[in-house]
């Protein structure tokens, strides 16, 4: 499959890529919540270990086996606690396994033993962090609802979608040309704009969270979606690289695809629990 879609344009590779996509992501969430809890765990597992790929360009020697295997604790102990299968206790089995790192770099000979320390759990943390977090809304309502983590996505699209064509139509002020020269303030304004009126539409049919909060929440969607996208641009400028990954043909890595996610998870949980 991946050497015939190799052989296509860029944007026919984009175009498969992302209805497949869509379709796989749309029906394990609306499927139910195993399928949800294997998807996001699928694309956590995958994420911190293009991370550590990433970050291995520069000589970097993340333990890999301690990170994946903290970010899939944290990711299940989430799952788990949220659905009440187990006791919030669990959650304890985290920080061992994360101090670890540090007694398993004492037996290495490595010019920048904290430098390898620091990244293996900035890998675990900046993936399984933000989507163990996801679970709080999968949960928001006691049991497993599909509604906000769909229309999470669907308000992503949404933002992307605003910020290319505002971008590509009006696009002018430069937003961040150190880090990203292709983002300007207009495209920003786009992406806000349709965000802010899906969240409103997703409101009239999607009742899990008020109107006020689905609007809020494509707001911060689209603040904290383009700094999650300009966090990623920063990371692979500084390591040289185009693409984080190559296993979405037309698309890049996890993390090119889920980096405006990845950052708003955590602003969104914070206001909807406080609010």
């Known amino acids: 499959m991946s050497k015939k879609l190799s052989t296509l344009s860029n944007l026919s590779q984009r175009i498969i890529v992302g209805v497949l996509g869509a379709a796989i992501f749309v029906g394990s969430i609306l499927f139910g919540e195993w399928t949800y809890f294997i998807l996001f765990l699928g694309l956590t597992l995958l994420g911190i270990l293009e991370f550590y790929r990433l970050v291995q360009v520069q000589g970097i020697m993340p333990h890999r086996g301690i990170g994946v295997t903290l970010g899939a604790v944290f990711y299940t102990s989430v799952f788990l606690v949220e659905r ?19 007694i398993l770099e004492m037996y290495r000979k490595h010019p920048q033993p904290f430098t390898n320390i620091a990244f293996t759990i900035m890998g675990a943390v900046y993936i399984a962090g933000p989507f163990g977090l996801l679970h709080t809304l999968a949960f928001i309502e006691g049991a497993y609802s599909w509604q906000p983590i769909l229309g999470l996505m669907l308000l992503i699209w949404a933002s992307d979608t605003g910020a290319y064509i505002a971008g590509k139509n009006f696009g002018k002020n430069k937003l961040f040309e150190r880090i990203s020269p292709g983002k300007t303030w207009e495209g920003w304004i786009g992406g806000t704009l349709l965000a802010v009126a899906v969240g409103y539409v997703l409101s009239l049919f999607f009742t899990d969270l008020q109107t006020y909060q689905w609007v809020i929440v494509a707001f911060l969607v689209a603040v904290f979606g383009v700094w999650g996208d300009l966090t990623e641009s920063l990371l692979k400028r500084s390591l040289g690289v185009k693409d984080s990954g190559t296993l979405l043909p037309g698309h890049g890595g996890i993390l090119d695809r889920f980096d405006s996610l990845l950052m708003a998870i955590p602003f969104i949980v914070a206001f909807l629990k406080i609010f």
């Open 84 to 102: 009440e299968l187990v006791a919030a206790e669990i959650m304890y089995i985290s920080a061992p396994l994360l101090f670890l790192v540090f």
